[in-house]
């Protein structure tokens, strides 16, 4: 049986980005290489110099290109954001037994939390109010169960199986204070797929404005951006066609906002997309209305949460959602390939 787990890409997230008024397009990570190699951008019309560097962090590939006065000035931002990658990754991995989610889940109880944990738990804890609970961190045992269940046996899990992990699904189980953050219930786990990497590029943007960059664009599995480009133009993404890898549906000027894309294609069980890596915590099941959602927001880390929130939560609810945050937008593709977007939402084919 061909239904194992199958990521799309080595990375989590997958945007395109458009070169110039031509509209050529490549990944983000080639067309940052391109940026620095032919981007005029060993001295800009600006008179500013670009850096760029390439890693990883939170299971994906991560790209930033920053411009300043002196390129040393440039890496030396770039060093500390990675830092802050670090950092991050350290708090909020699932790859690192010895993270402090990993050591929540294991435990159930994690005291003294790092304060990035609290904040990025609170604001979960605010979008799953919002969407009356349709974004929902502790939605890892289904995960889990999913994944598990595929590896083992070449078979998605029966009902009753569902049914049984559901019922410690519940972000009301999750407790979080400065001192301490405590899951309630047994079983109960939290992933932080859904809004770690859009708070990841919030602590990059914010080192590399500390360091002095007022002109960056950032890809964490989510992209950031500060000021323009070394042309003086508007960084522009991309949103990925769910279905054709490497095509594009429209262009979107950023405009020191982030991105955020959450879709059916980025990690599967079945090969019709059907069973994919987002679950309605109400049901056990992925959402059926949405290929991808994807969301302009003033943050990474409202980005993040407000795609996955408005992927499960459905159309209407979803338009409800974004008009809730200021400064956010929301592009939606639907299931039969039909788009709709909220009255905000700038982007041209």
């Keep these: ?26 990944a ?39 411009l300043h006065k002196t390129r040393g000035d440039a890496e030396r931002a770039i060093d500390a954001a990675f830092a802050e ?47 009356d609970g349709a974004f929902d961190v502790t939605v890892q045992p289904l995960w889990t169960l999913y994944a598990n269940a595929v590896r083992e046996t070449g078979r998605l899990p029966d009902a009753d199986e569902i049914d049984r ?12 204070s400065d001192d301490q953050v405590r899951l309630r219930g047994d079983g109960t786990a939290v992933t932080l797929n859904g809004i770690a990497q859009g708070f990841a590029a919030d602590r990059v943007l914010a080192a590399l404005t500390a360091g002095g960059v007022r002109h960056a664009l950032v890809d964490t599995g989510e992209i950031g951006a500060l000021g323009r480009r070394g042309d003086g133009n508007c960084w522009t993404a991309g949103i990925q066609h769910p279905r054709r890898r490497d095509a594009m549906l429209v262009r979107v000027p950023l405009e020191d906002r982030c991105m ?15 069973n994919n890596h987002i679950f309605d915590p109400q049901t056990g099941h992925s959402p059926t209305v949405f290929a991808s959602v994807t969301v ?6 409202e980005a993040d949460a407000l795609s996955t929130a408005a992927f499960v939560a459905g159309l209407e609810r979803g338009l409800k959602l974004m008009e809730a945050y200021p400064g956010a937008d929301g592009f939606f593709v639907l299931k039969n390939g039909e788009t709709r977007a909220t009255s905000g939402f700038r982007g041209e084919a």
């Design 1 to 26: 049986m061909s239904d194992s787990p199958r990521p799309a890409s080595t990375t989590r997230r997958r945007f395109l980005l458009t070169l110039g008024a031509a509209g050529a397009s490549v």
């Design 165 to 176: 992990v559901r019922r410690q699904v519940d972000w009301h189980k999750l407790e979080v």
């Design 260 to 274: 955020a894309t959450s879709g059916d294609y980025e990690t599967t069980f079945t090969a019709d997309y059907a």
């Design 85 to 131: 990658l670090e950092t991050v990754e350290s708090v909020m991995s699932l790859y690192r037994a010895e993270s402090q989610l990993c050591r929540l889940n294991r435990e159930g109880a994690l005291r003294g939390p790092h304060p990035y944990l609290v904040q990025v738990l609170r604001k979960a804890q605010a979008v799953s109010a919002a969407s």
């Design 28 to 66: 983000v990570g080639d067309w940052l290489w391109h940026f620095v190699r032919h981007g005029k951008t060993a001295r800009s019309p600006v008179g500013l110099q670009a850096a760029r560097r390439t890693g990883s962090a939170l299971g994906t590939d991560v790209s930033i290109v920053a």
């Design 296 to 301: 302009l927001a003033k943050t990474g880390l």
